[in-house]
């Protein structure tokens, strides 16, 4: 399966990180494009208290 990774800011301070995977059969012949999205916002604000703590520390 190929994929393709796209990160985009939403809105300031949000992030949406989208995939997409070219689904193909057996024989490798295309059959269509699965996308799955996942909201990063959270995860990137506990990225950024750790780096925080990690520089008071």
């Given at each position: 399966?190929q994929?393709?990774?796209?990160?985009?800011?939403?809105?300031?301070?949000?992030?949406?990180?989208?995939?997409?995977?070219?689904?193909?059969?057996?024989?490798?012949?295309?059959?269509?494009?699965?996308?799955?999205?996942?909201?990063?916002?959270?995860?990137?604000?506990?990225?950024?208290?750790?780096?925080?703590?990690?520089?008071?520390?």
């Open positions: 399966m994929k393709e990774n796209l990160l985009l800011p939403l809105i300031e301070q949000e992030m949406i990180l989208i995939r997409y995977f070219a689904v193909r059969d057996d024989e490798g012949n295309y059959l269509g494009t699965l996308e799955v999205s996942q909201d990063l916002t959270e995860l990137r604000k506990l990225e950024d208290e750790q780096r925080i703590l990690n520089y008071e520390s």
